[in-house]
């Protein structure tokens, strides 16, 4: 890893400010999944006006690759385990079971609903999609892994569609839709969560979740999971914001936590709106 502040053509597509080089990475930092990327050589990028960061290489994270090797390089093939070591995690331990938490009182604060439909987008292991059949919600679990969807019908019981979200037709509406630590790994946010609205019904929520950058950038520096290559952005409060406006979306409650995992996150929700202004 070679640090350095230089200054680089072209603006951050959120605000428009100026980017920076925090970083150049010859080698892959400590705990960063081994997808066989050869030569290893990155850039992380930050922007000066809205803390926006961006991981910049010429390696090829497309739909393919989460259908076929980003499960099977993150978990080797110990999904069932990693499955049930995370279900058996007690609260004070578990990023999944407190996120729920935080959903539901929030949802039941907001309009007093109890458990209704639900679309994951990006579900991974299924650990969220199983809590909320447990508490008695219609759960979609929407994930390009074939592998991973077949998890999830098995052990979680849920309807599974494997898909990208912007490929996906006729699935129905949705009460709320669930972005839990997804739309970092997508090149065009802005298109991709614009795209969750047809799902969505009159009133319905937006729940997004992700990496929180400039919280791990002050805490653990440039090394942090939040930089991992896999992420193509890695979000501020601000830009995380912007995304939500340009999608056509507004803001109801953005938040800071730091997740018992300790990783350092930006959770919150939206509901569609004709147009929105970012609050400074």
């Given at each position: 890893?070679?640090?350095?502040?230089?200054?680089?053509?072209?603006n951050?597509?959120?605000?428009?400010?100026?980017?920076?080089?925090?970083?150049?990475?010859?080698?892959?930092?400590?705990g960063?999944?081994?997808?066989?990327?050869?030569?290893y050589?990155?850039r992380?990028?930050?922007?000066?006006?809205?803390?926006?960061?961006?991981?910049?290489?010429?390696?090829?994270?497309?739909?393919?690759?989460?259908?076929?090797?980003?499960?099977?390089?993150t978990?080797?093939?110990?999904?069932?385990?990693?499955f049930?070591?995370?279900?058996?995690?007690?609260?004070?331990?578990s990023?999944?079971?407190?996120?729920?938490?935080?959903?539901?009182?929030?949802?039941?604060?907001?309009?007093?609903?109890?458990?209704?439909?639900?679309?994951?987008?990006?579900?991974?292991?299924g650990?969220?999609?199983?809590?909320?059949?447990?508490?008695?919600?219609?759960?979609?679990?929407?994930?390009?892994?074939?592998v991973?969807?077949?998890?999830?019908?098995?052990?979680?019981?849920?309807?599974?569609?494997?898909?990208?979200?912007?490929?996906?037709?006729?699935?129905?509406l949705?009460?709320?839709?669930?972005f839990?630590?997804?739309?970092?790994?997508?090149?065009?946010?802005?298109?991709?969560?614009?795209?969750?609205?047809?799902?969505l019904?009159?009133?319905?929520?937006?729940?997004?979740?992700?990496?929180?950058?400039?919280?791990?950038?002050?805490?653990?520096?440039?090394?942090?999971?939040?930089?991992?290559?896999?992420?193509?952005?890695?979000?501020?409060?601000?830009?995380?914001?912007?995304?939500?406006?340009?999608?056509?979306?507004?803001?109801l409650?953005?938040?800071?936590?730091?997740?018992?995992?300790?990783?350092?996150?930006?959770?919150?929700?939206?509901?569609?709106?004709?147009?929105?202004?970012?609050?400074?």
């Amino acid at each position: 890893m070679v640090n350095s502040i230089e200054k680089i053509n072209g603006n951050c597509v959120f605000c428009g400010g100026n980017l920076d080089v925090l970083v150049s990475y010859q080698r892959p930092p400590k705990g960063e999944t081994n997808f066989d990327l050869k030569p290893y050589w990155r850039r992380l990028l930050k922007c000066v006006k809205c803390g926006h960061s961006v991981n910049q290489h010429n390696f090829k994270f497309d739909a393919d690759f989460y259908s076929k090797r980003y499960s099977a390089s993150t978990y080797k093939g110990q999904m069932l385990t990693r499955f049930k070591k995370i279900m058996s995690l007690p609260f004070d331990s578990s990023d999944n079971q407190q996120r729920f938490d935080f959903i539901s009182k929030f949802i039941t604060q907001f309009d007093g609903s109890g458990p209704s439909r639900c679309l994951d987008v990006g579900s991974g292991l299924g650990v969220f999609p199983a809590l909320l059949k447990e508490a008695g919600w219609t759960c979609t679990a929407l994930e390009p892994d074939p592998v991973a969807c077949e998890l999830i019908s098995e052990l979680v019981g849920v309807e599974t569609v494997n898909a990208n979200l912007m490929d996906v037709k006729n699935i129905g509406l949705f009460d709320l839709i669930t972005f839990n630590k997804v739309i970092e790994h997508v090149q065009n946010p802005v298109s991709f969560l614009a795209a969750s609205k047809i799902f969505l019904r009159p009133g319905g929520l937006i729940y997004i979740e992700v990496p929180d950058g400039e919280t791990a950038l002050n805490t653990n520096g440039t090394e942090s999971e939040e930089f991992f290559i896999e992420h193509f952005d890695i979000y501020s409060k601000k830009s995380l914001g912007y995304l939500i406006n340009n999608a056509g979306l507004k803001i109801l409650s953005l938040q800071n936590v730091n997740e018992p995992s300790g990783k350092f996150t930006i959770r919150g929700f939206a509901k569609i709106q004709e147009s929105s202004t970012l609050d400074d």
